[in-house]
């Protein structure tokens, strides 16, 4: 079990359920092989990294509540070290998607994920960011985020429990500290989008070119 | 309701009925600008609730639930329709209520209905750009119509306005636009944490003065009034708590007294009382997070925390009885989901003292704090009339001095067995409309007091049939929400869904209150003045 290599202070590998994809992604990282020097700063940068996760302050409706509970007193996720919520985008680390994203504010969250800088995760909080939720027979909702913006951790629930939004935070700052920090931009679950871009990059410069002739 | 009654005979095109408490006025639409303003003038219907607008497949047409302010208790609906559903135009009444403005534009985003001079006829909810009006019976969902955006809206398209006048007996087409060129704009959201949600304020600045200020919705416009025509009732009122999620209850319970309503069904009397002080906590709840909210706006996190601290024993509450924490889901149509929790009294009545204590730490750590009083002391001054005439219900128009609380007017479910007295003031500044919130708190605990030792005993819900098919006809019903009047309009053919199903959004009208308040003041006091509204964005945009 290659999971057990990583260390999360916070909770037992036991407690975490379904690893699978986990290991698979392990697997790939030790097949591909890494130069040991790389791997050991990578592992000091990720442990710091895992463990300052600034989010963005993004709540669209009833799961921004619950976020906010997680924020105070009780549930306090300045334990883990991801208390710093920003208001800029250009601040944060990853940004909570919680609550209903709809056809006008699609682009909006875009752009916002656009303007976060590298490395940059996103979690879907509640079942409306997962999948549209109770709101999937509607005409104006998106049928869950990840038709605009590439999701890192899931989060089922209406709203989830604060208890529920810390074991995906745990989720999360595993995944972040079995990454190689390094070669980020090359991150298996990246290489779609940025293939896209380079696509979309290349038929404009076919248009230009066209045009221009 | 007689006086009305025989005034409006003077009208010779007017046809009345009485409904109730509810008096119907159908009018011919040429007639509709003259008796709207005989009812505002004559009549004295001040406050205009909701429009309403309505398909009737064969016609387009519009209902204007009224009400007035000597006279609460009585309502009158205004009906009119038109044939024309290729280019239906109907006449304002922006003039004669200023809350009509919003409600127009909503009519139209949703129906295509044009109201002829009104200023501003661009949509509310949608995109500039989206094919169809969804409210209609033959509006096509297909979603290749409408694909998922990838660009923001175009802010030509946001500034374009178009409006339609009556010229010579002709409608005149014409557009403007909403800002001068050399204006000083700034964007406020959508993604703004000051504007306690995704709502999107374009405010035109003069220095450090505000000019004017345009209100954007449906960043979050979920489509729910759609949705419910297709759904069953019980199924409905799932989505009723997810409106105004910080008064989830009470709206719920909006929706199932009026399908008791519809269906004559007897409730029990120990479900009445089960309601009522599950409305009061989530009262306290919501007031509670609107006051560390507006801390929290004002740069004390302190105050935030201890705000949070406070509502986490109301969530316990909800979690042991109701099985969870925010959408409680628990009111269903004929009384409550399941019996409370043995430990629920007790733990109420633990709560009410240590709640009373709060609120002294409250009073002594903010509400005397010379900074919070210079930042809300003389600021977003709101006249009675205006509250009135902007249809700002709850406690921000009771701050204001109008005495608007339908747990008094109309009281429903257990509120005629408690004792309490409406929380009014009159000065309508910021700082009322945050004291009101901290005294309706200790009026909220006076009730639960008197309530929870006297749940009768007996069954917790009515039964009903497997299949609620609520009967032909028009239902209403107003509830008091924290934030202020909330609406149910249903009108049924006989079938187990709603032909059409319309919620007023108390916080729509508190967006409206935003600009006259706020014009002319400084943009720091836009935030402070926001906050002390205390509006939740998916709640106007349903």
């Known amino acids: 079990?290659?999971?057990?290599?990583?260390?999360?202070?916070?909770?037992?590998?036991?407690?975490?359920?379904?690893?699978?994809?986990?290991?698979?992604?392990?697997?790939?990282?030790?097949?591909?092989?890494?130069?040991?020097?790389?791997?050991?700063?990578?592992?000091?940068?990720?442990?710091?990294?895992?463990?300052?996760?600034?989010?963005?302050?993004?709540?669209?409706?009833?799961?921004?509540?619950?976020?906010?509970?997680?924020?105070?007193?009780?549930?306090?996720?300045?334990?883990?070290?991801?208390?710093?919520?920003?208001?800029?985008?250009?601040?944060?680390?990853?940004?909570?998607?919680?609550?209903?994203?709809?056809?006008?504010?699609?682009?909006?969250?875009?752009?916002?994920?656009?303007?976060?800088?590298?490395?940059?995760?996103?979690?879907?909080?509640?079942?409306?960011?997962?999948?549209?939720?109770?709101?999937?027979?509607?005409?104006?909702?998106?049928?869950?985020?990840?038709?605009?913006?590439?999701?890192?951790?899931?989060?089922?629930?209406?709203?989830?429990?604060?208890?529920?939004?810390?074991?995906?935070?745990?989720?999360?700052?595993?995944?972040?500290?079995?990454?190689?920090?390094?070669?980020?931009?090359?991150?298996?679950?990246?290489?779609?989008?940025?293939?896209?871009?380079?696509?979309?990059?290349?038929?404009?410069?076919?248009?230009?070119d066209g045009t221009s002739k | 309701m007689g006086q009305v009654n025989e005034k409006l005979s003077t009208l010779a095109f007017a046809v009345v009925e009485e409904n109730g408490k509810t008096l119907n006025v159908?009018?011919?639409?040429?007639?509709?600008?003259?008796?709207?303003?005989?009812?505002?003038?004559?009549?004295?219907?001040?406050?205009?609730?909701?429009?309403?607008?309505?398909?009737?497949?064969?016609?387009?047409?519009?209902?204007?639930?009224?009400?007035?302010?000597?006279?609460?208790?009585?309502?009158?609906?205004?009906?009119?329709?038109?044939?024309?559903?290729?280019?239906?135009?109907?006449?304002?009444?922006?003039?004669?209520?200023?809350?009509?403005?919003?409600?127009?534009?909503e009519v139209y985003d949703f129906l295509g209905i044009r109201f002829l001079n009104h200023p501003d006829m661009r949509r509310l909810f949608l995109r500039q750009d989206w094919k169809g009006h969804p409210l209609r019976k033959d509006y096509d969902a297909n979603p290749a119509l409408n694909p998922v955006p990838m660009e923001n809206e175009p802010i030509e398209d946001m500034e374009t306005v178009p409006a339609i006048e009556l010229k010579m007996g002709q409608p005149v087409e014409s557009t403007r636009k909403l800002f001068a060129e050399d204006e000083y704009i700034v964007n406020f959201g959508p993604q703004h944490p000051a504007t306690h949600g995704v709502l999107h304020l374009r405010v035109s600045l003069e220095g450090e003065i505000i000019k004017k200020i345009d209100p954007n919705f449906g960043y979050i416009h979920r489509g729910i009034e759609k949705m419910s025509e297709a759904y069953t009732y019980p199924q409905i009122l799932h989505l009723t708590d997810r409106l105004d999620y910080l008064s989830g209850t009470i709206n719920r319970h909006a929706v199932c007294l009026c399908c008791e309503k519809?269906?004559?069904?007897?409730?029990?009397?120990?479900?009445?009382?089960?309601?009522?002080?599950?409305?009061?906590?989530?009262?306290?709840?919501?007031?509670?997070?609107?006051?560390?909210?507006?801390?929290?706006?004002?740069?004390?996190?302190?105050?935030?925390?201890?705000?949070?601290?406070?509502?986490?024993?109301?969530?316990?509450?909800?979690?042991?009885?109701?099985?969870?924490?925010?959408?409680?889901?628990?009111?269903?149509?004929?009384?409550?989901?399941?019996?409370?929790?043995?430990?629920?009294?007790?733990?109420?009545?633990?709560?009410?003292?240590?709640?009373?204590k709060m609120l002294k730490e409250h009073h002594l750590l903010f509400t005397g704090n010379p900074i919070a009083r210079g930042r809300m002391e003389g600021v977003g001054y709101l006249s009675r009339e205006q509250a009135v005439s902007?249809?700002?219900?709850?406690?921000?128009?009771?701050?204001?001095?109008?005495?608007?609380?339908?747990?008094?007017?109309?009281?429903?479910?257990?509120?005629?067995?408690?004792?309490?007295?409406?929380v009014l003031r009159r000065e309508g500044m910021t700082f009322d409309r945050y004291i009101i919130r901290l005294d309706e708190i200790l009026e909220s605990l006076n009730i639960i007091e008197q309530l929870i030792d006297n749940i009768p005993e007996g069954a917790y819900a009515a039964k009903t049939k497997a299949i609620i098919r609520l009967p032909e006809g028009e239902f209403f019903q107003r509830v008091e929400n924290a934030r202020g009047e909330f609406d149910v309009y249903i009108n049924s053919k006989g079938d187990k869904s709603p032909y059409r199903i319309k919620f007023r959004s108390p916080c729509m009208t508190l967006v409206n209150t935003l600009i006259p308040t706020t014009v002319g003041s400084k943009v720091a006091d836009l935030i402070m003045i926001g906050a002390s509204l205390d509006y939740v964005v998916p709640c106007i945009d349903r």
Not at chain 1, 105 to 110: D, E, I, R, S, W
Not at chain 2, 400 to 420: C, L, M, Q, T
């Open chain 2, 390 to 422: 902007l249809g700002t219900t709850g406690p921000s128009g009771r701050a204001s001095g109008w005495s608007n609380d339908v747990r008094k007017i109309e009281p429903y479910a257990a509120y005629r067995h408690a004792d309490f007295k409406e």
């Open chain 1, 1 to 208: 079990m290659e999971v057990k290599d990583i260390y999360i202070k916070n909770m037992k590998t036991g407690d975490f359920k379904e690893n699978e994809y986990l290991e698979e992604y392990v697997k790939e990282l030790k097949n591909n092989g890494v130069n040991i020097f790389i791997s050991k700063i990578d592992d000091v940068i990720n442990w710091g990294r895992s463990n300052s996760v600034w989010p963005l302050t993004f709540a669209t409706s009833c799961c921004g509540i619950e976020f906010m509970c997680l924020g105070a007193a009780r549930y306090d996720f300045a334990r883990f070290g991801w208390e710093v919520t920003r208001n800029s985008p250009r601040q944060a680390d990853v940004v909570f998607v919680c609550g209903t994203i709809v056809h006008k504010m699609a682009p909006v969250l875009k752009r916002l994920y656009d303007q976060m800088a590298e490395p940059k995760y996103v979690m879907a909080f509640g079942s409306c960011a997962i999948s549209g939720g109770p709101f999937k027979s509607s005409y104006h909702t998106v049928m869950g985020v990840d038709e605009v913006i590439p999701v890192d951790v899931y989060i089922p629930g209406c709203p989830p429990r604060p208890d529920a939004m810390i074991y995906g935070m745990m989720q999360l700052a595993r995944k972040i500290k079995m990454q190689e920090f390094f070669r980020l931009p090359l991150q298996p679950d990246m290489k779609p989008y940025l293939e896209a871009e380079q696509e979309e990059l290349k038929e404009k410069e076919e248009v230009a």
């Open chain 2, 26 to 105: 159908t009018v011919p639409k040429e007639n509709l600008y003259e008796t709207a303003s005989f009812l505002r003038k004559s009549c004295n219907c001040d406050f205009l609730m909701d429009i309403v607008g309505m398909d009737y497949t064969d016609s387009l047409g519009t209902v204007y639930n009224l009400s007035n302010t000597q006279d609460p208790a009585q309502l009158v609906a205004l009906k009119t329709t038109t044939s024309d559903r290729e280019n239906p135009l109907l006449d304002s009444v922006h003039d004669l209520w200023e809350s009509a403005g919003l409600y127009e534009r």
């Open chain 2, 262 to 356: 519809a269906l004559e069904l007897e409730v029990p009397e120990r479900a009445h009382y089960i309601r009522t002080i599950f409305d009061e906590l989530t009262r306290i709840a919501s007031h509670l997070l609107g006051w560390g909210c507006m801390a929290m706006d004002m740069g004390s996190i302190t105050a935030f925390v201890y705000g949070m601290r406070d509502r986490e024993k109301i969530m316990d509450i909800f979690e042991e009885t109701a099985g969870a924490r925010l959408m409680v889901n628990y009111n269903v149509i004929g009384g409550v989901a399941q019996d409370i929790h043995p430990d629920f009294q007790r733990k109420v009545k633990e709560f009410i003292p240590y709640m009373r």
